[in-house]
């Protein structure tokens, strides 16, 4: 099982009651890192909430406790919840206060979202006190390298030993790659570049439909031309 430099930290995170807030772009993983983290808990009752479910949204937006209609669990039980996905709530902010200040003693609160500048929006409390914040991006290189099953190249990175003449090469050969590809999990997985340029324009596609629209920006032909001066310039 591949896992991400700050899973180990947020593991940490599940020890105390505070809110533990994770954000960053879609596809980065942050779905799979809550599932790995909900399946290391055994001392406490757990649940999976993805919050692109209409009915799910629906309950918890009209009232946070349906949490409980939902999960099943026992109020009074030490739990965790993992909640994905929060910013489609329309007050996420008094969702999570609501719950934290009601139900921290033994309620534990793991939350995901997509878009950090779209949660910004949407958070009109700071959760000052009751939350950890933590921000996901793409793979760095030696993640990308874990991915790849690259285990001497990591190692020669992470001890700055020197790397064999004839093992140079094959180092570039993956740097290539990665500043080509990016380090989106799903695109350093594929093999075949042509699957690897779909996946990205799939993603790309996704991004302009969902977060543009979320973002409610209103010149998107203005927005659209700092992109391309970004993308020139990267």
Same mark, same amino acid.
Request: aromatic content about 12%; proline content about 2%.
């Given at each position: 099982?591949?896992?991400?430099?700050?899973?180990?930290?947020?593991l940490q995170e599940l020890e105390?009651?505070?809110?533990?807030?994770?954000?960053?772009?879609?596809?980065?993983?942050?779905?799979?890192?809550?599932?790995?983290?909900?399946?290391?808990?055994?001392?406490?009752?757990?649940?999976?909430?993805?919050?692109?479910?209409?009915?799910?949204?629906?309950?918890?937006?009209?009232?946070?406790?349906?949490?409980?209609? *939902?999960? $099943?669990?026992? %109020? /009074?039980?030490?739990?965790?919840? !993992?909640?994905?996905?929060?910013? #489609?709530?329309?007050? &996420?902010?008094?969702?999570?206060?609501?719950?934290?200040?009601?139900?921290?003693?033994?309620?534990?609160?793991?939350?995901?979202?997509?878009?950090?500048?779209?949660?910004?929006?949407?958070?009109?409390?700071?959760?000052?006190?009751?939350?950890?914040?933590?921000?996901?991006?793409?793979?760095?290189?030696?993640?990308?390298?874990?991915f790849k099953d690259e285990l001497?190249?990591?190692?020669?990175?992470?001890?700055?030993?020197? *790397?064999? $003449?004839?093992? %140079? /090469?094959?180092?570039?050969?993956? !740097?290539?790659?990665?500043?080509? #590809?990016?380090?989106? &999990?799903?695109?350093?997985?594929?093999?075949?570049?042509?699957k690897k340029i779909q996946a990205?324009?799939?993603?790309?596609?996704?991004?302009?439909?969902?977060?543009?629209?979320?973002?409610?920006?209103?010149?998107?032909?203005?927005?659209?031309?700092?992109?391309?001066?970004?993308?020139?310039?990267?």
């Amino acid at each position: 099982m591949k896992t991400r430099k700050i899973f180990t930290a947020l593991l940490q995170e599940l020890e105390d009651n505070k809110i533990l807030l994770l954000v960053g772009p879609r596809q980065v993983g942050k779905t799979t890192l809550l599932k790995q983290l909900q399946a290391t808990v055994k001392d406490k009752q757990t649940f999976f909430i993805n919050l692109e479910r209409d009915s799910d949204r629906r309950l918890l937006d009209e009232d946070p406790e349906n949490i409980f209609g *939902i999960t $099943l669990l026992d %109020k /009074k039980a030490e739990q965790i919840i !993992f909640i994905d996905e929060v910013q #489609y709530l329309q007050d &996420p902010s008094h969702f999570l206060k609501l719950l934290y200040d009601e139900y921290h003693e033994t309620m534990k609160l793991v939350v995901s979202g997509s878009s950090s500048f779209y949660i910004d929006q949407k958070f009109k409390d700071s959760l000052m006190g009751r939350k950890r914040f933590y921000e996901m991006f793409t793979l760095d290189f030696e993640e990308f390298l874990d991915f790849k099953d690259e285990l001497d190249m990591k190692k020669y990175l992470a001890t700055h030993k020197t *790397i064999p $003449l004839g093992r %140079k /090469k094959h180092l570039e050969n993956l !740097f290539l790659e990665y500043i080509t #590809y990016g380090g989106y &999990p799903e695109v350093v997985l594929l093999s075949e570049r042509e699957k690897k340029i779909q996946a990205l324009e799939l993603l790309a596609s996704d991004y302009i439909k969902k977060d543009i629209y979320d973002a409610n920006i209103q010149e998107i032909d203005k927005f659209f031309a700092i992109l391309k001066i970004l993308a020139h310039q990267t």
